[in-house]
């Protein structure tokens, strides 16, 4: 299980990266669903390794960074 979370933390990281160098180097545009999916799926990544760590800042920053992802995810969809 550790692995996994190691995994999924270091996959977070990854994607935050990528979504932030694909926008600044206009491949997408913020509004892009795939540009939230990135960000809100590399937070979560981001959220499991920092409770799991008991680093309690990083896991509520990206909590909410989570939610905003979700929030753009849906006002896109909808």
């Known amino acids: 299980m550790n692995k996994f979370i190691e995994v999924f933390g270091w996959y977070g990281t990854v994607a935050i990266i990528l979504a932030y ?3 600044s180097f206009s491949v ?3 509004q892009s669903i795939w540009y939230q999916i990135l960000n809100g799926t590399g ?3 981001i959220v499991i390794v920092s ?3 008991k680093a309690h ?3 509520v920053l990206n ?3 989570t939610l905003i992802a979700i929030v753009a995810i ?3 969809l909808f």
Request: aromatic share 10%.
């Open 74 to 76: 849906l006002k896109i």
């Open 51 to 53: 409770f799991n760590k």
């Open 57 to 59: 800042q990083p896991g």
């Open 43 to 45: 937070a979560l990544g």
């Open 21 to 23: 160098a694909l926008v």
């Open 28 to 30: 997408l545009p913020p």
């Open 63 to 65: 909590v909410i960074w």
